[in-house]
């Protein structure tokens, strides 16, 4: 069975690394021979095993009826939704990795696999070497899952384990996972919790079988935990995750990334460094969690290659995936529950001011920061929490605000 592979860059090289390394297995799986008949790349890679097979001329493969399966791992939205949409069109099956085109396209994609016989994976979207998507779609049918709690960045897991185990300020930490290869030299994606956000968005609409918006889930990243809000963590037997959430409660989903204090008992606590983890939680499984590396060369390249191996036990036979266009009723960003631990500057008057404000808080001492006050809220709707907060800053400097869980 033929493949062509659009992009040649680090999971793409992966790709074809994982292929040639278990060529043996990958065939005996896939039941007939994997064969890379072409490689797209605006780039030359002279001296390379690829070079004979690589090409810059999309048509050529497009129009190649030898070509059962497009790997396409080029990233961003164009031209690669162009690509994968003509490819399918075609009767090919696309596998890919690439979120944002998931995320934004996977209800009309896979629809359109459906309508010409063919398959559109996507394992490596989320999670990298983590299966995740296909234990969603196969392994938890007989479940109604009612919240997926994950922490799906790899860079901002390893920057907030390194502050917390270290003491060390936001900025030296992200400096050395660009050096380590990490972060990207423009890190937003990951450190404001795009990445993520992504992420969840595929999770959730694969969870609840329609379309969840990643633009419609207030997303927040980790630009502002501080050290300080580590050493209060510790002391208090709790650490900060990222988080990318969704819940369903009645017929109305909320979903939402950002920094969370949880207690060290929490399943996710442990995950450390650049290690990803699931949680889901079934009316009937209970809870289950799936746990690995999320992100990084060969990881996310075997996720590729397994799909590569349905495709080729597929072919012509679609894959039911219960995704459908129709848009989630999603609650509104100000309803959303939330309890927050909140640091503020001590002065005159203050804390009565805080138990006037918020009802029922719970103090937290931390003789660290005698010149603090610092209190956990009880749950609320959001848009109330931000009112108390407004009428808050009339009377104090807040210093910090993270969401709190447990």
Known sequence: MNIAILGYGVVGSGVVEVINTNKESINMRAGREINIKHVLDLRKFPGDPIEDILTDDFDKIINDDDVDIIVEVMGGLEPAYTFVKQALEKGKSVVTSNKELVAKYGAGLLQLAKENSTNFLFEASVGGGIPIIRPLNESLTADEIYEITGILNGTTNFILTKMEEEGRPFEEVLKEAQELGYAEADPEADVEGHDACRKIAILSSLAFARQVNFEEIPTEGITKVSKGDMEYASKMGYTIKLLGRCKRKGKEIFASVSPVMIPLEHPLAPVKDVFNAILIKGNVIGEVMFYGKGAGKLPTASAVVADIVEAAKHKGIN????????????????????????????????????????????????????????????????????????????????????????
């Open 319 to 406: 894959i039911i995936s219960h995704w459908s266009k129709e848009k989630v009723e999603m609650m509104e960003a100000g309803k959303i529950p939330a309890s927050y631990f909140v640091r503020v500057q001590k002065k005159d008057g203050v804390k009565e001011i805080i138990e006037d404000t918020f009802l029922g808080v719970k103090w937290v001492e931390n003789e660290d920061y005698p010149e603090e006050l610092a209190f956990i809220t009880q749950e609320d709707e959001e848009d109330l929490q931000k009112d108390r907060f407004e009428k808050l800053k009339d009377h104090a400097y807040v210093i910090s605000s993270i969401n709190i869980e447990g």
